[in-house]
């Protein structure tokens, strides 16, 4: 029940196209949902979050849409760029539990 | 200002010894959690140190994996008897709260042969 299930779990979108990654979850206690952002060598960085009270949030080129209804949650990178090119993960807490359960990330590639 | 720094970035090391990964968090932040990424498996939590409070180690998988930390700020997880399975990237995030946000260090990538 604390898993969180990402897909696909590798996408290759050419410049300018819109990159979309899903993430499921069943436990409906999960009440803050970010993504994080990985580039080679490097730790995941925090790209953008979302709680259950609002649908959609969007900052810059990235939207994240949530479902509650579905227990579903995505992350939409509009006018994708090569520089996109990372490893997305999504994620999910508990109120007031610290640690973020991992979805188990998704290879974006976008070509030129 | 200063990250979280994860010490040393690489270690290779024989089955069977004991290994010490080092993470400095970021100054202030009372919250510090180790993770394990092993490829193709996402982040797997292992241990969350908060303030004083008794650090919650649900995550780790086995008796050889212990984690300290001192003073409230660094931390250091040791691997006794490792094995070829231990290998992966050692991941250290720390929060200033120790809710939402965490701030990852680079890791520490670990081969054991």
């Known amino acids: 029940q604390q898993q969180v299930k990402q897909s696909p779990q590798s996408l290759i979108v050419q410049k300018g196209g819109i990159s979309i990654i899903n993430c499921a979850y069943e436990?409906?206690?999960?009440?803050?949902f970010p993504w994080y952002q990985q580039f080679p060598g490097k730790g995941p960085a925090l790209l953008i979050a979302?709680?259950?009270?609002?649908s959609e949030k969007k900052e810059g080129r990235f939207t994240i849409s949530f479902n509650k209804s579905a227990k579903q949650f995505s992350l939409h990178i509009m006018d994708s760029q090569p520089g996109d090119s990372a490893t997305y993960f999504c994620?999910?807490?508990?109120?007031?539990?610290?640690?973020?359960?991992f979805g188990k990330g998704t290879m974006l590639l976008v070509s030129p | 200002g200063a990250g979280v720094s994860q010490s040393p970035s690489n270690k290779v090391t024989e089955k069977g010894k004991d290994v010490e990964l080092r993470c400095d968090p970021i100054?202030?932040?009372?919250?510090l959690y180790w993770y394990r990424q092993s490829l193709g498996q996402g982040l797997e939590f292992l241990i969350y140190?908060?303030?004083?409070?008794?650090?919650?180690k649900s995550g780790l998988p086995s008796d050889r994996f212990s984690a300290e930390r001192t003073g409230g700020s660094v931390s250091t997880l040791t691997i006794q008897r490792t094995q070829q399975e231990d290998s992966a990237v050692y991941l250290c995030?720390?929060?200033?709260?120790?809710?939402?946000?965490?701030?990852f260090g680079p890791g520490t990538r670990l081969l054991v042969l």
């Open positions: 995030a720390s929060s200033p709260t120790g809710w939402e946000t965490q701030y």
């Open positions: 436990n409906t206690a999960f009440d803050y």
């Open positions: 979302i709680r259950p009270d609002v």
């Open positions: 994620a999910a807490s508990f109120p007031g539990y610290s640690t973020l359960t």
């Open positions: 100054s202030g932040h009372t919250a």
């Open positions: 140190f908060q303030g004083n409070s008794a650090p919650d």
